[in-house]
């Protein structure tokens, strides 16, 4: 019997901290920094120290990783390696294109925070083209048709993390001795998206108004639930799918506040967002909305994800600026003459709007979730919870006119403010 309790194990991993963990006989507990905790077996083999993985603790038992231990051992006694034998059973079984991406995404779901960001490409981009083919058939032209089918949809961003993929994919089957030669390898980013080049597009005030009036013009392109997701990142500036994807659970509309925990955050880090009185209303008319669904967006679709999609906002958006994937001809243009902007330059506007509200900089990177750098984010522990109140607050002043339609009296009652705006 080894040293571990179920309550020891639940109590190690709840804890979190990352470390190997012995439960004797060469059974380990794994806490990675990134990716979920799992079970592994330490032994030795001709003189070499060996690792085998078991499998992730949510899908083994403490009483089950023992017993898999103690049959590793008595293979180590026969004269059998484990981790060979492992390997000469994973390559009989990966065939396909499918077969090795299952098997490379359990690498992936323990050391990424996201692996489901390269599994929603490889389901999307890859598996419908290539996913049923044999290894050994995949050449370069299946991954340049894969590149160009995408990139050709408006999606360069994509495209590239896509070729990234498939060059990681490929190389893990070249480790498992699958394959000799990777079929992505001499591609690059000039073949897939093209270099991308960072951003810096925010709406002036001007545009705001301008844009949510269209929005309200074309309800028909954007429903009320994306026009009020819309308002929302404008006024917290947090990342759209930390939104879109959020529960009811993780508010608390009668003390104004949200508690966006650190597993959902991209940044890895949690983070209590106070809710100006705005923001309070069109999440009150969103739960009425959600018509008791868990999840503050819903799918309005028969999907299997539950919550909004992550692309809904981007092409209702596009849509209006008379573009539409896969769609000919093309819709009419009702944006005019505004600049093209993606969701995420909602969020940069929300920065823009927080510097001009004479919001200070530490402040404002807080408010939008930014590690404080230097010396300052290392000893700089506050929270800064007031100061966000009070600047997310003024944010929320400046557009609700525009978001609410009051456009016209606005700019008739603060022409200074609107001039300073626009400067920004």
């Given at each position: 019997?080894?040293?571990?309790?179920?309550?020891?194990?639940?109590?190690l991993?709840?804890?979190?901290?990352?470390?190997?963990?012995?439960?004797?006989?060469?059974?380990?507990?794994?806490?990675?920094?990134?990716?979920?905790?799992?079970?592994?077996?330490?032994?030795?083999?001709s003189?070499?120290?060996?690792?085998?993985?078991?499998?992730?603790?949510?899908?083994?038992?403490?009483?089950?990783?023992?017993?898999?231990?103690?049959e590793?051992?008595k293979?180590?006694?026969?004269?059998?390696?484990?981790?060979?034998?492992?390997?000469?059973?994973?390559?009989?079984?990966?065939?396909?294109?499918?077969?090795?991406?299952?098997d490379?995404?359990?690498?992936?779901?323990?050391?990424?925070?996201?692996?489901?960001?390269?599994?929603?490409?490889?389901?999307?981009?890859?598996?419908?083209?290539?996913?049923?083919?044999?290894?050994?058939?995949?050449?370069?032209?299946?991954?340049?048709?894969?590149?160009?089918?995408?990139?050709?949809?408006?999606?360069?961003?994509?495209?590239?993390?896509?070729?990234m993929?498939?060059?990681?994919?490929?190389?893990?089957?070249?480790?498992?001795?699958?394959?000799?030669?990777n079929?992505?390898?001499?591609?690059?980013?000039?073949?897939?998206?093209?270099?991308?080049?960072?951003?810096?597009?925010?709406?002036?005030?001007?545009?705001?108004?301008?844009?949510?009036?269209?929005?309200?013009?074309?309800?028909?392109?954007?429903?009320?639930?994306?026009?009020?997701?819309?308002?929302?990142?404008?006024?917290?500036?947090?990342?759209?799918?930390?939104?879109?994807?959020?529960?009811?659970?993780?508010?608390?509309?009668?003390?104004?506040?949200?508690?966006?925990?650190?597993?959902?955050?991209?940044?890895g880090?949690g983070?209590?967002?106070?809710?100006?009185?705005?923001?309070?209303?069109?999440?009150?008319?969103?739960?009425?909305?959600?018509?008791?669904?868990p999840?503050?967006?819903?799918?309005?679709?028969?999907?299997?994800?539950?919550?909004?999609?992550?692309?809904?906002?981007?092409?209702?958006?596009?849509?209006l600026?008379?573009?539409?994937?896969?769609k000919?001809?093309?819709?009419?243009?009702?944006?005019?003459?505004?600049?093209?902007?993606?969701?995420?330059?909602?969020?940069?506007?929300?920065?823009?709007?927080?510097?001009?509200?004479?919001v200070?900089?530490?402040?404002?990177?807080?408010?939008?979730?930014?590690?404080?750098?230097?010396?300052?984010?290392?000893?700089?522990?506050?929270?800064?919870?007031?100061?966000?109140?009070?600047?997310?607050?003024?944010?929320?002043?400046?557009?609700?006119?525009?978001?609410?339609?009051?456009?016209?009296?606005?700019?008739?009652?603060?022409?200074?403010?609107?001039?300073?705006?626009?400067?920004?």
């Open positions: 019997m080894g040293s571990f309790t179920v309550k020891k194990v639940q109590s991993i709840k804890d979190g901290t990352p470390g190997r963990y012995s439960d004797g006989n060469g059974l380990y507990l794994m806490i990675p920094k990134k990716g979920a905790p799992y079970w592994m077996h330490r032994y030795t083999f003189g070499k120290r060996r690792e085998l993985t078991l499998d992730k603790c949510t899908d083994l038992s403490l009483a089950q990783a023992r017993e898999q231990a103690v590793a051992q293979a180590i006694r026969s004269g059998v390696d484990p981790v060979e034998e492992r390997k000469r059973e994973e390559q009989a079984t990966i065939q396909s294109v499918q077969d090795l991406f299952d490379w995404y359990q690498d992936l779901e323990k050391r990424l925070k996201h692996p489901r960001i390269p599994k929603r490409i490889f389901e999307k981009e890859v598996a419908p083209s290539i996913g049923r083919q044999p290894l050994e058939s995949v050449t370069p032209m299946d991954v340049r048709d894969i590149l160009r089918k995408v990139a050709g949809s408006g999606r360069p961003a994509i495209a590239n993390d896509t070729l993929y498939l060059k990681q994919l490929f190389n893990h089957a070249i480790k498992l001795g699958l394959l000799t030669y079929p992505a390898a001499a591609f690059n980013v000039n073949d897939a998206g093209g270099i991308e080049k960072s951003r810096d597009r925010a709406l002036t005030l001007d545009e705001i108004h301008k844009v949510f009036h269209v929005f309200r013009d074309n309800r028909d392109s954007l429903s009320r639930d994306n026009y009020l997701a819309c308002a929302l990142l404008l006024v917290l500036g947090v990342r759209k799918t930390e939104l879109t994807e959020a529960q009811w659970r993780e508010f608390d509309l009668e003390n104004h506040q949200w508690e966006l925990s650190g597993e959902r955050s991209k940044s880090a983070i209590v967002i106070p809710l100006p009185p705005q923001a309070v209303s069109w999440l009150e008319e969103l739960k009425i909305r959600a018509c008791g669904s999840y503050v967006f819903p799918s309005r679709r028969s999907s299997k994800r539950p919550h909004m999609g992550k692309d809904t906002l981007n092409r209702a958006i596009s849509k600026f008379g573009r539409e994937p896969g000919k001809p093309q819709p009419e243009n009702k944006m005019g003459d505004i600049a093209e902007f993606t969701v995420h330059d909602l969020r940069r506007t929300c920065r823009s709007l927080l510097a001009a509200a004479g200070p900089g530490h402040v404002a990177e807080r408010c939008l979730n930014h590690k404080l750098k230097g010396i300052e984010g290392v000893y700089d522990r506050h929270d800064y919870f007031d100061e966000r109140k009070e600047a997310l607050t003024k944010v929320a002043a400046l557009v609700e006119p525009a978001i609410d339609g009051n456009s016209a009296e606005y700019f008739e009652a603060h022409p200074q403010t609107v001039t300073a705006l626009q400067l920004t």
